[in-house]
């Protein structure tokens, strides 16, 4: 068999550790490849040294049978290697087809040339069902389009061997299906692609084989089809992960929290964001609304927790009406939030781990006297949450959290807000860009927040995670709930019905 | 041997060491324009300004105290501002407000009492001060203009207004500047006139130096312990690192970013008042359309001292020293406006401190891994 990228016995270290120990990664013609691994398993260490960011201190990478030397990312664009990045690369205020030439613009006399460019552009779409519009402005299309420019920036320097870094965290499952067909309809042409992800039920759909690294050790190589998703979970994890979330019937009680004719303004128009939801939920249940990305999530979470404005309605909790309370009497009045966007709200990237921990609980007596933090309070706090959900970092609670993993900066939010002992906990998208190792754990939290009595709302995009975890499910679309189901009682098909808007009843409550 | 490594490793001594090095590093680009501009002269000149104060015995470093005062509060000031994520361009006019406060209620306010005078003329200077960075704070907070713009424009209208308070009330037209303040107004020596003064025979020539530099030493201390130690610290640099967050904890983030603004403001107008009430022999608004430049150094003092109060006591003593010694380079063959690009180019570099801050420690890490 023909190897048109190998990376052979690659060995890189930084200081401390060493994130690439004797791996080997080849790459045939035609496939897709996909390669595995937890986060921090070394995956973007490896990837970077392909893509010459970093030079390896063993190890040698041939083409096509052939040693070639990668120094910088223009050599691996020479070579025909480019690369979907996981945040995208593109400038916001130009359009598709100026995002695509940029750094390879065709030039006559100095001046710019944009017919030929388009031609080729049009051409590409056409030939890979990539279908833009080259003169939409970047920030006007969605981020499935985004990914389409992304992909064709590639086609368009003719590379060959195509990198796609978890291409999947940004897109709804409906944009998932099509990258897929996208993909596929790649290799068809003879592209070889290389696929990273943590997400195994896309390595089942579209991979022809996996790579597994743990923790910078290569695991092996094996055929997908063969392979069962249990034995490449326990490949890259190292033990058996349960799937589907273990937990009893759900004993619902009363109704903790309750949400009456809710109406949001939106930002962008005048259409309203949230229109006229209610719901409820009970001590010892978890309701989850599921969604697509964008249809008024967001906003509904934004003014539940009181970050955002209201327009109309009514939110309850514990009896009270919160509708017009700040979010620290909110807090105080028992409301947990995990948000969306961990980075922007849930944590102060530049505060220890110990600081962070405390964001909510600070000005409590517990924590300071007379307006002194107390910092030996502090720490031994810290150090109890440090070990009791096993969060993992460089220098204990002392760590600047923008220095530890995504997983570890989720189990920290995780942590603080659940130790808060909540009567309501809101989790938005808690397992985003988690493997599957963390979000076994945040599920488990999850349930036994739940049997402890709590009230638990999830907001998720993930529809496995919908149907595992959840007692009812509510479907929200442009802004509406169009349906209140139990799990055991729907699949996913129709679920992704209700999402796309395609079928809705009328929800009683 | 592992101690000795975990020292040089260690945050304090790489802060340090940072410092230090901008230090160096401005002296010998110093030293090249001194060349430059004069050769012959340029190592006599240079050891002049390494000298500082000291070229003038004790009463020198007096004065060297004297500048510093001023230059501690508004380096607080900036380096506040900075610690929550504001940037304070504002100090010039949150100074000058301060200042023209200070003489006008030591001028004026003749009916309070010795200690009572200037005690109250200090608050005032605050006060205002503070009031003079409330409006940008506001602005910052609630209408989101950013408030390097807004603090410009309240540079240039305190400024003026100070120049035209200034000539209105409390000018003295013989000199062209504004009046002694009252002997009740002037900040006591507290001790410091036994030890900064040279023996002119029988007289002592007294430097200027009074108890400012105790209460400004005193301030700093204390903004050390408001940012690290309580609980409203701990929110306003919540608020600077991450509004959103500060906001999702239930921090009022708005009224933080006006807090932190006023307070910077009012650091700024105490540094003002505490280097104007100084009788006599001490500084004098003068009416000039200069920008107060002990409010411009707070910049470097604070990025020199890298915005830890503790740290912005030794910049501003360095940068205080470094100007002294500057102008006694007139003794020789040296046009002022050279002493001037000299001190600046120092200074600006000192300024780096934040850059080598970040370098240091790559070079000490690499080394150490080259060993291992």
Redesign the interface.
């Known amino acids: 068999m023909e190897y048109v990228i190998e990376m052979l016995n690659i060995t890189k270290a930084f200081?401390g550790i060493i994130a690439n120990d004797d791996i080997t990664l080849q790459l045939r013609k035609g496939e897709i490849h996909a390669l595995l691994g937890e986060n921090g398993a070394g995956k973007s260490t490896l990837m970077s040294v392909l893509f010459g960011l970093y030079k390896p201190e063993k190890g040698i990478i041939k083409k096509e049978g052939n040693v070639v030397k990668i120094n910088n990312p223009n050599d691996a664009n020479d070579l025909g290697i480019g690369m979907v990045h996981q945040h995208f690369k593109l400038v916001h205020n130009f359009t598709v087809l100026q995002n695509i030439i940029l750094g390879v613009e065709t030039t006559k006399g100095g001046f710019l040339e944009m017919e030929e460019p388009r031609k080729k552009v049009l051409a590409l779409s056409e030939q890979y069902g990539l279908k833009v519009d080259p003169d939409a402005l970047i920030e006007d299309i969605t981020v499935g389009m985004q990914q389409r420019v992304e992909i064709l920036k590639m086609l368009y320097r003719d590379n060959e061997i195509l990198i796609f870094d978890e291409p999947t965290a940004v897109l709804t499952p409906q944009e998932i299906e099509e990258l897929m067909k996208i993909m596929r309809g790649l290799t068809e042409e003879g592209k070889s692609i290389l696929f990273i992800t943590h997400k195994l039920n896309e390595i089942k759909a579209v991979a022809d084989r996996v790579t597994v690294l743990r923790k910078g050790k290569y695991v092996g190589t094996v055929e997908v089809c063969t392979t069962s998703k249990e034995e490449m979970s326990e490949m890259m994890v190292g033990r058996k992960v349960h799937f589907a979330v273990e937990k009893k019937a759900s004993s619902s009680g009363v109704v903790t929290f309750e949400v009456k004719n809710l109406v949001v303004p939106s930002k962008r128009s005048s259409k309203k964001a949230v229109n006229n939801v209610s719901f409820d939920v009970r001590k010892g249940e978890i309701v989850c609304i599921a969604g697509i990305d964008g249809n008024g999530q967001s906003e509904l979470v934004y003014a539940l927790?009181g970050?955002g404005p209201v327009e109309s309605g009514h939110i309850f909790l514990k009896g009270k009406e919160i509708t017009k309370m700040?979010?620290?009497?909110?807090?105080v009045l028992s409301m947990s939030?995990i948000?969306e966007d961990r980075h922007?709200?849930?944590?102060?990237?530049?505060?220890t781990l110990s600081?962070n921990l405390i964001?909510?609980k600070?000005?409590t007596p517990q924590y300071?006297h007379n307006?002194?933090?107390r910092?030996n309070e502090v720490d031994a706090y810290a150090e109890r949450l440090i070990k009791e959900f096993d969060i993992r970092t460089g220098e204990g609670a002392k760590t600047i959290v923008r220095s530890m993993s995504g997983g570890n900066q989720q189990k920290t939010i995780v942590a603080r807000e659940v130790d808060y002992d909540p009567e309501i906990l809101i989790a938005v998208q808690p397992t985003r860009g988690l493997d599957v190792g963390a979000i076994e754990y945040i599920h488990k939290q999850l349930v036994e927040q739940r049997d402890a009595g709590k009230a638990v709302l999830l907001i998720s995009l993930e529809l496995d995670e919908v149907m595992n975890v959840s007692d009812r499910i509510l479907v929200i679309f442009e802004g509406e709930i169009v349906a209140d189901l139990k799990p055991e009682e729907t699949t996913i098909q129709e679920l992704g019905l209700y999402m796309s808007g395609s079928k809705r009843k009328e929800v009683a409550i | 041997m592992k101690t000795v490594r975990d020292f040089i490793l260690s945050d304090a001594f790489n802060k340090t060491a940072a410092s230090v090095f901008a230090i160096v590093i401005g002296l010998v680009f110093g030293f090249i324009v001194l060349l430059v501009s004069n050769s012959s002269e340029a190592v006599h000149g240079f050891g002049i300004i390494l000298n500082g104060g000291f070229s003038t015995g004790a009463k020198g470093m007096g004065q060297v105290l004297y500048f510093a005062t001023p230059l501690i509060l508004t380096g607080l000031s900036v380096g506040f501002a900075f610690k929550t994520g504001l940037f304070n361009i504002g100090a010039p006019g949150q100074f000058i407000m301060g200042a023209f406060t200070a003489v006008y209620i030591g001028v004026q306010w003749t009916f309070l009492p010795a200690p009572l005078h200037w005690i109250v003329a200090l608050i005032a200077a605050a006060l205002v001060g503070g009031l003079w960075a409330l409006v940008p704070g506001i602005l910052k907070a609630y209408m989101n203009v950013h408030e390097v713009i807004s603090t410009i424009m309240m540079n240039y209208i305190g400024m003026y207004l100070a120049n035209y308070l200034v000539k209105v009330s409390i000018y003295d037209f013989k000199k062209g500047l504004s009046m002694n303040v009252a002997d009740s107004a002037v900040l006591p020596k507290g001790g410091l006139d036994y030890i900064f003064y040279n023996p002119l025979g029988t007289v002592k020539d007294m430097s200027t130096v009074n108890c400012g530099i105790y209460i400004a030493i005193a301030v700093a201390i204390i903004m050390y312990f408001v940012i690290n130690k309580t609980t409203f610290g701990y929110e306003l640099k919540a608020c600077g690192f991450n509004q959103n967050a500060s906001r999702y904890a239930g921090i009022n983030a708005q009224l933080n970013v006006v807090l932190s603004m006023v307070i910077a403001g009012m650091l700024a107008g105490l540094g003002g008042g505490l280097l104007y009430l100084s009788g006599a022999s001490g500084r004098h608004i003068k009416v000039v359309d200069v920008l107060a430049i002990e409010g411009f150094n707070g910049i470097p003092v604070a990025l020199l001292g890298l915005s830890n109060p503790i740290g912005i006591i030794f910049a501003a003593i360095f940068i205080s020293y470094i100007t002294v010694g500057g102008n006694f380079l007139q003794t020789l063959n040296f046009v002022p406006e050279v002493i001037d690009i000299i001190i600046a180019c120092i200074i600006y570099f000192s300024a780096f401190a934040l850059y080598f801050r970040k370098l240091l420690p790559r070079l000490l890490k690499k080394e150490r891994g080259d060993k291992e």
């Open positions: 200081p927790t970050l700040s979010v620290r009497d909110r807090n939030h948000p922007k709200d849930g944590l102060v990237l530049d505060y600081e964001l909510k600070y000005y300071q307006g002194f933090i910092f």
